[in-house]
């Protein structure tokens, strides 16, 4: 692998990890806002 | 010291000591913690020596690493069970309601720990010393020193997480974690000034080391107590 | 015995319609000015900037290995302090900070981890040794990731963040001990070329991109902070809604 191969891997690995993980991130704010709003829709029905 | 101050001491090393008793006590009566430990230690010596092959010289070059792996693993499997009489039988309330502080209480536990550790290395150094022909009588003095102050640091903070961890799921996996990254460096001061002793060193060479050491035991001698009531309370 | 009650309400959680559901204006601004700054620190760092006299071109692999695990300890400081301030105030606000910053540090400390290792590789020829420097990197990410277990075994998010805030303030402490030790016991690794008594030693035009790429990470780490902290935000509402139903009923 030349030197380049080896500056891409690591700013490739870099990248991904952090993208990777403001994506998770994302997903997991939605879900817990479906989830928020699912208990708060949930109102005047009374405890599950 | 003024009265007040004089008896706030006595009082503390009054309810540290009543908590250390109890610990021993009932490990004198059931001997299970300190036999266990004893037949760990026995048990990775003699693996070692299987793992690492016959050849004598490097066996000799390990021997300091291998002597504080057995006592480190020993000293882990006794810290794991040091909140365990408290944890099944739902004494942690009971400890809460003994008057005074939770200072200590850490201290008591602590103080146990270190006495089963220390005891347990005792033992341990002998049987080192013959299975892997090192003489170890004529550097008592300063091998006891590093033990102590090694056996100090990782007690220390192991009292501390092994409190944390005893309600945690897969605590046995956790409170290892949790501690050899911690206590780094009291492992790596405590092999290499046992590797210079051992050698034939004098204690002035592995100077940075020992202050190191004390450091370390000084450090969280002093922050342990003081966190140590954050993880008690419920 | 009892002068230690913990709040059961959080104000930042409750106050507001639907505070929480976007990224506000300043976590936008600062994501989209992140985003500007590392792009003009990777085109600066790999385009730009002449190569390494010693180490040729693999040396800009440091143009993000280094502010990348400089932005881990400012995380983990951060880590450190609300940690304190969140035993002392019981303020969950703190503890949301706590584990948003621990996690990104995390995430930045493997970052540093993998870059390290791969510079390396294109240095040395091996994917790993146990010199000063990556033996520290292994360790740091072993005791916050130790952390983010720690939470999330607890046997409720209380006692975790409880747990937590111990371990931080015992980790972080711990970390010069380890510098020493590390240090005193190997070094491969080049000695530091920044943080020496006399300066830097590195050509200066190199601290350019070095600089930018630190300046626009500390920016990522806030906007990614400000946004896992909204996420602590909402999970803290929906527990505290489960809460109120479960005293409803």
Redesign the interface.
Known sequence: MGSWGFIGLAYGVGSVALLLYLILLKRRLRDARDELAALEGDGGRGSR | MSAQAEGMVVGLLRRTWAMTWKDVTVELRARERINAMLFFAALVLFIFNFALGPDREKLREVAPGLLWLAFLFTGMLGLGRSFQAERENECFEELLLTPGDRESIFFGKLAGNVLFMVTAEALILPLFGILYNLDIWAYLPSLALVAFLGTLGFSTLGTLLAAMTAHLRAREVMLPLLLFPLTVPVILGSVRATEVILAGGRLGEVGHWLKLLAGFDLIFLVVSPLVFEFVLEE | ?GE?TVAASVPWASEGGRAG?RPSLAAKALGAAAVVVLATG?YLG?AVVPPDAVQ???Q??MY??VP?IVTAYLAFFVVFCSSILY?WKRDLRFDAVAVSSAE?GV?LT??TL??GS??G??TWGVWWTWDARLTLTA?LF??YV?YL??RA???EPQ?GA??G???A???F??IP??H???Q??RTLHQPSSILRPGGPSVASVMLVPLAINFAGLIL?YTY?LL??I??ER??H??AE??LK??R??
């Open positions: 015995m230690r559901a990777l790999l040729g071109e693999v800009r692999i993000l290995h990348s035993l990104i995430v493997g970052i993998a870059t791969i510079w590789k294109s360790i072993t005791i130790g277990m720690l075994f607890a046997e006692a409880r747990y805030a111990v371990l303030i015992i980790g402490l711990d001990l380890n020493l030790a590390v005193w016991w990522l990614l946004e896992r909204r996420l909402i999970r509402r929906a809604t489960r139903r479960g409803r009923g």
